[in-house]
């Protein structure tokens, strides 16, 4: 079975095979995450963004994901997802566990080993720490036993809050 472990830090400087981007449905960047991303990932990253097909959702759609290189990045890919916009509805937490289970999957059709999710949605898109921590802990205790290529999960907190909930409910 898979470590899954939680640190403080930048998403951008993990040396892992991969980092979980949380993206809008456009993939061209934006604020956040996303903005730190592609700023340290550079053109290479965008331009490769930019080939992915539009579809009805976007060039990715909510809770799905797509795959791209790393431009610059220290890591191989960079799996980006779109997360939900909180509003409170029943429907936010299949959303948000979706993107991890479908990142997850996505890493074991690459070969990936390692990966570093962001707390995705608990930025701009306003989903509350502590839940999102839950859906997000869940999903991929559910998915890991059917991804055997992925040994380590690291969740990457950019704050000490997020931080010490992943802490408390990763001992549970
Ligand atoms: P969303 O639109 O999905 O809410 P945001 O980028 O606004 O995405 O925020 C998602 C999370 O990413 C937030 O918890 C934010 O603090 C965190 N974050 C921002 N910059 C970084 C970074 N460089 N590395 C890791 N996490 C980051």
């Known amino acids: 079975m898979a470590n899954i472990e939680v640190i403080m830090g930048d998403i951008t400087t993990q040396k892992v095979d991969a980092i979980v981007n949380a993206a809008n449905s456009t993939m061209l960047g934006g604020g956040g995450v996303d903005g730190a991303i592609h700023r340290a990932a550079g053109r290479e990253l965008y331009e490769e963004c930019l080939k992915v097909p539009e579809g009805p959702g976007g060039r990715c759609p909510r809770g799905q994901c797509v795959v791209t290189g790393a431009g610059r990045l220290p890591c191989k890919k960079v799996i980006h997802t779109v997360g939900p916009v909180y509003g409170g509805g029943a429907g936010d937490a299949k959303v948000l566990g979706d993107c991890y289970r479908n990142c997850l999957v996505a890493a074991e059709r690459e070969g990936i080993e390692s990966m570093a999710f ?23 205790r559910e998915i890991l036993p059917k991804t055997p290529s992925v040994k380590l999960v690291r969740f990457v907190c950019f704050n000490r809050e997020n931080y010490q909930i992943y802490e408390e409910l990763l001992k549970r």
């Open 118 to 140: 962001p707390n995705i949605s608990t930025g701009v898109y306003g989903y509350p720490l502590r839940e999102a921590a839950e859906v997000a802990i869940n999903a991929v």
